[in-house]
């Protein structure tokens, strides 16, 4: 028996159980010279999805309708007819959201059980912690003594880029969206400094409050007034690392917010979008230091794992709700 | 018989002639040991000037009430106890809307008339070429082949930015307001095609008709609306170089448009302020550069001199009715 969730309409602002469809086969799947056959452990949930979903062209082609959407798994190798990969091996790459399927393992990356929990695959050292890593060295270029705001601070990337640029020696302020988060961003992940955004009466006078000296980098997971708030607060030669926009991404309409322009002249400030598959030259070295810090225990990571196929579409959806703290990953 | 302007308030909304006070004494001025006194030549008028009306702080101080304004002047030695100028030497540097004033020579860089005419140190060799060359070039990193957006084409620092990227093989789009604007683009300053914004239909459609593979630079003088239409166009990796935001300069309020963010995270874009005085260390460069392309009438530019000292406030106004076409310059 075999699972499968096709994007069956595109979502309308926010995303929703209907948007997708089961599709139950009951059949055996069989492989050829040179493939592998694969059973889903853990799926990746992330924002970014949002965007396929969608018709627009953007950097990934958009998911086609009525065809199975795809996001980081890490699966088991069931059976192998393919001299790389051996029989209960462990995979982790972009693969459908289906119970079990053929893959040729191109593109596939082995991941290793006995170094770390294979969740973490999809998550501290997988594609978000790339993000984090490489989004904060390749275009915020911390330096020791700066002052850092991250938004979506108890996500997946936003812990990880706290955490690292404390590893750095700056001023670390993360801005979430509920007390409890704030409490795991300082006791948990060592920020400095949190606000909630829900609660707080003026977010642009408590970044001024806690960043005594100015911001210095924003790294940006959400958009809209909070990243307004920040762009007040910014330093000369800031450096501010559009991640995402997820406050931007179940708009109809092209979201309208400050101009950003009269801020970048004023300060010299540098704006830029990030996407880490652009950096793929530098994975082997981003990895090499993420695995060693989380040896190292001076990495620690927050995860929020949903139990059952059946559940990747709800997991998908209270991604927007906030309703995870760290990575968003489905077990199977 | 010494003139001076003097700030008498700060604008609210459009600059007007009441916000400044001309004060006339009667008086001969005198130097001291190391000191020299300047006769006005030329006087620099320019938009980013309004930021110093202002009293929000911003990259300069703003200017003080009751105090001389201060733009780019080139100006004669009159007289002089200082040995690094003698009489009839001609400089330019940031000095008092005043038709004399003694200055101990610091900041001013000595101007040779049998080079280039006066008013072209204000100018394309002056601050606005100083801009147009690095704002491009340090941000911008143009690559022939490449197609390059420019808005406020038509300005002092618009029509040298479309030279210099003509120069380097770019395809060149100018943004104007008039269609005699459009036309000097084309014609005087080798300008591929161009857009009069006022008579658009729909400005993005153009620019994406012009921009048959997409905008690779934009070079960003006014901000607004027009910026909006560009940012649909842009190509994967686009630099956008912040020069400006004349749109904004008058607003009372913070000005809002589109976000500008899930553009730049779709496109890996990179959107960066640009002052030109960050860039003092590679002026001697630019310079060069710019004058051996001037000698070679690979450059040419345009001014728009207004005659006499009391007109300096009314040519200042006119600058946020684009009533200038390229450099405007006050002849004392």
Redesign the interface.
């Known amino acids: 028996m075999i699972k499968t969730i096709i994007l069956k309409n595109r979502p309308q602002g926010k995303p929703t159980v209907s948007n997708f469809e089961f599709i139950t086969e009951d059949t055996q799947l069989t492989i050829n010279e040179g493939e592998i056959l694969l059973e889903a452990v853990y799926v990746s949930v992330d924002p970014y999805l949002r ?1 396929r979903m969608s018709d627009a062209t ?2 990934v082609p958009p998911f086609e309708l009525n065809k199975p959407v795809q996001s980081g798994v890490v699966a088991k190798v069931i059976a192998s007819k393919n001299s790389h990969f051996k029989e209960g091996d462990f995979v982790s790459g972009m693969l459908s959201w289906k119970t079990q399927q053929v893959s040729t393992g191109e593109g596939l990356l082995k991941v290793d059980a006995s170094k770390a929990p294979l969740s973490t695959y999809l998550g501290v050292l997988g594609m978000t912690g790339l993000t984090a890593y490489l989004g904060l060295n390749e275009i915020g270029k911390p330096k020791a003594g700066e002052t850092i705001v991250v938004s979506g601070a108890a996500g997946a990337v936003g812990s990880v880029v706290g955490q690292i640029a404390k590893i750095l020696g700056l001023n670390v302020i993360g801005i979430a969206g509920t007390d409890e988060k704030i409490e795991m961003l300082k006791t948990k992940f060592g920020f400095d400094a949190g606000i909630n955004y829900n609660t707080s009466k003026d977010i642009q006078a408590d970044i001024k409050k806690l960043a005594a000296n100015g911001v210095d980098i924003y790294f ?1 997971n959400v ?2 007034p909070i ?1 307004d708030a920040v762009l007040y607060n910014i330093n ?1 030669f800031a450096r501010i690392i ?4 997820i406050s ?1 991404y179940n708009s109809k309409e ?22 880490v598959s ?1 950096y793929a030259k530098k994975f082997p070295e981003a990895m090499k230091q993420l695995s060693s810090w989380l040896a190292e225990d001076k990495l620690t990571y927050s995860e929020t794992i949903v139990n059952g196929f059946d559940n990747i579409p709800n997991a998908f959806i209270d991604l927007f709700e906030g309703k995870n703290k760290g990575k968003m990953i489905v077990k199977i």
Request: charged share 10%; hydrophobic share 35%.
């Open positions: 965007g953007s950097y940006d958009g809209g990243s000369q559009i991640c995402g926009a931007t092209t979201p309208k917010s400050m101009s950003v322009q009269p801020f970048l002249v004023k300060k010299s400030a540098l704006m830029q979008g990030f996407i652009n």
